[in-house]
């Protein structure tokens, strides 16, 4: 059985004199021991609000949750707040997008590592110490006892995050939900971050969800992956054949207009057309409509259902992708990017 | 070779922690910048000098201050004070005592009256801020209301001219020292308490408040470690700030005759009070007191003020 099963995960935000605003519209997914999960789309796709509210940190004025997500037996959404901070920390944990402002600037990292311990595992005093230098130490962080007592404005954006991942798997949880836990980071800290949390998870047999906008995060990281858009799931599928073989026209766009090394000087890079903003109202039609470049008569005469095929593959489109169209642009997106060193031997000898 | 490596040498020097760099905290930083603000500097001596001569103040003031050894030498018909010569640096008041011993001693007044009324205010503020702001941000609806009601009376009180307030609370309690404690004291209850709501509101709807939240922190604990003490560097502002406000307004009381003075412990605003009856003969019986009370009240302007620009994070570097 599945760990996490959301069903028809909707969320709507109500505001005194403005329409109410669905920024989720019926999300489905499953999650199993040990499995990542990805949920990508582009911002204002609700995929930050979907964890949130799967981790029932939603304001509770103005906010309606409505739908299911069973974890562990347990409907998540149903869930009395006390038993739900019991839940949260110890069985599910999550990690925030800028580590920095996620910390507490005046309270040493020591501190706030070993309040979890406390919280959930009842460690106190040196033993609470011992085990949370050793957690810093199990992320990578070198000299642990030292940057206990360090405060945040003290270490780097990586070793920040990494403090903040060591909280979050501080009581061993059954599912992470890191949301972009990358966007805050350089390049290079970003892949040892992702490293990082791959060998955690394959460690403990963690199942993730990672919420992401960078498709390479995703190729890289997950085993399943939905690829969201205006708040519902437009193209759901396994990480090799959603690459392979896209089908939703967003998810083509997607992959598509990711900038190659391989692409001929000068070459213009393929957006999208339009922005986020110009959606329709899933009640009329497709919401991507108004930006797909195919388009047709049918897309707006009633929200598309969701078609699955016998290989697992799922899409929300009535006019979806050829597979000569979706090979044209997933093909090179697959091939390994020629490092440099291969490509140009001539000129690493001569430096 | 070598400059390519030397250049990975020198970053991985400038990146590498330093070995005195311990475990600083906020006020550490705030405190380092700090030390670099002449403002701050100039306020931090007055406030040391005026803190010293009012500790010390028996110790240097050469008489007594009801001591009326000059009367004879004095006639308030011909307006004649004898000035400033050896034995009184600052001269001779109506009575014939010595300005300057009355100068030093009142500054014990002030400094008492300024920092238990202070203390008062922001025990009782913070008390009712705390709780309010802790009610407001984590309790749901039923905080909402206490937070509601609670704020309601404290608008009512903040609405109220702070002298007025005072010379009310004055009355009320009758002339005496701890009377001017309590009154000024009260005047600063409010502001403290929206002050430190405030703080503590903005504070609550922070990412770490979010994280900590989501690894289960209890919210008795996200207040008091995260919430708190995060919230208290405008409160500690606001502190420096209300202890020139308490000393004008000790002053102010004791000028309108609700002070509780005796000959004995001379006080700023009641020398200023008396002064008035001969500023058409000896205009420095008002300018002395005067000047102590600006000064005072600057020192503490400007400790304040600088120590906002150094707690403000938008500020830094």
Sequence with gaps: MALLEVEDLAVTFHRRGTEPVRAVDGVSFTVAEGQVVGLVGESGCGKSVTSLALMGLLAKRGVTVTGSARFEEADLLQMSPSSMRDMRGARMAMIFQDPLSSLNPVVPIGLQVTEVLQRHRELRGDKARAEAADLLDRVGIPDPTRRLKEYPHQLSGGMRQR?????????????????????????????????????????????????????????????EINVMYAGRVVEAASRRPLFARPVHPYSVGLLASIPRLDAPRGEKLTPIPGSVRDNIAWADGCAFAPRCTHAVEACVEGPPELTRTYTGHAYRCVNPVSREEAEAVAAPAVLPTPSLTEATPSEEESS | MSAKTDRIDRLAELTAARADEGGHGLWYEAFKRLRRNPMAIAGAVIVLVFVLIAILARVLAPYEPDAQTWLGETSTATMTFPGARAGNLLGVDHLGRDMLSRLLIGSQQSLLVGVVATVLGFSAGALLGGVSGACLGLFGTAGRRVDAVLMRFNDMALAVPSLLLAVSVATLLGQSLITVMIAVGVTQVPVFARLLRGSMLAQSHSDYVMASTALGVRKSRIV????????????????????????IEAAGLSFLGLGGVDAAHPEWGFMLAESQQYLSGALRFAVYPATAIIVTALGFTLLGEALREALDPKLRK
């Design chain 1, 163 to 223: 403090a903040l991942i060591a909280m979050a798997v501080a009581c061993r949880p059954r599912l992470l939900i890191a949301d972009e836990p990358t966007t805050a980071l350089d390049v290079t800290i970003q892949a040892q971050i992702l490293e990082l949390l791959k060998d955690l998870v394959a460690e403990e047999g963690t199942a993730l969800i990672m919420i992401t906008h960078d498709l390479g995060v995703v190729a890289g990281l997950c085993d």
């Design chain 2, 224 to 247: 008091l470690n995260h919430i708190l003490p995060n919230s208290l560097g405008p409160v500690l502002v606001q502190v420096t700030l209300s202890l020139a406000t308490a000393i």
